[in-house]
T-cell receptor, first 118, second 114 residues
Framework: EPEVTQTPSHQVTQMGQEVILRCVPI?????FYWYRQILGQKVEFLVS????????KSEIFDDQFSVERPDGSNFTLKIRSTKLEDSAMYFC????????????????FGAGSRLTVL | ELKVEQNPLFLSMQEGKNYTIYCNYS?????LYWYRQDPGKSLESLFV?????AVKQEGRLMASLDTKARLSTLHITAAVHDLSATYFC??????????????FGKGTKLSVKP
């Protein structure tokens, strides 16, 4: 079954360092997302991406964050200068195009990248 | 602001028992999702509920949606240990956009004991 692949699975970084989290969405999916989950808390929407541009972003997604689809397969989340509170599990998700059909709107999530900021 | 409230947040059940998890949301939506998350793992889609009165069942889990009450339920029948996980409900935030901006509840951590 097709899956969303994320790397690295775990990254430890020093506060102030830049981090890039990588995702390979499912190949025929056109909508891409990043969510985060702080340990023990709920999953929070960060950003959605379609047609090579951001379509929606949350208040969490400030100027320290950016996303990019540098080629036909990768989708990256960059945190420019990490803070302690950026420590979380970051999930990439993707979905097929189309609306109004039950299966088309279901997001497939990757296994996550755990970021620890020291 | 769309808010999604789940209760209970923690649920310890005995095998063979039935229980219901509740999910309330604050603004109009006719699209609700249930996901399962095992410890340290990703989110697995369980159900998509698209209309008022929708009911879906998969094994020992049954989900329903009442859009007028802004309430969804996830009913567990005759629980087994394999159902131990955290269950999240989520509602779509924005119809006009990508329709994938999910607002999640805090999750219900279910523990099924023999």
């Amino acid at each position: 079954e097709p899956e969303v692949t994320q790397t690295p699975s775990h990254q430890v970084t020093q506060m102030g360092q830049e981090v890039i989290l990588r995702c390979v969405p499912i190949s025929n999916h056109l909508y891409f997302y990043w969510y985060r989950q702080i340990l023990g808390q709920k999953v929070e929407f960060l950003v959605s991406f379609y047609n090579n541009e951001i379509s929606e972003k949350s208040e969490i997604f400030d100027d320290q964050f950016s996303v990019e689809r540098p080629d036909g397969s990768n989708f990256t989340l960059k945190i420019r200068s990490t803070k302690l509170e950026d420590s979380a599990m970051y999930f990439c998700a993707s979905r097929k195009p189309g609306t109004g059909v039950a299966g088309a709107n279901v997001l497939t999530f990757g296994a996550g990248s755990r970021l620890t900021v020291l | 602001e769309l808010k999604v409230e789940q209760n209970p947040l923690f649920l310890s059940m005995q095998e063979g028992k039935n229980y219901t998890i509740y999910c309330n949301y604050s603004t109009t939506s006719d699209r609700l999702y249930w996901y399962r998350q095992d410890p340290g793992k990703s989110l697995e889609s369980l159900f998509v509920l698209l209309s008022n009165g929708a009911v879906k069942q998969e094994g020992r889990l049954m989900a329903s949606l009442d859009t007028k009450a802004r309430l969804s339920t996830l009913h567990i029948t005759a629980a087994v240990h394999d159902l131990s996980a955290t269950y999240f409900c989520a509602v779509v935030m924005n119809y006009g956009g990508s329709q994938g901006n999910l607002i999640f509840g805090k999750g219900t951590k279910l523990s099924v004991k023999p």
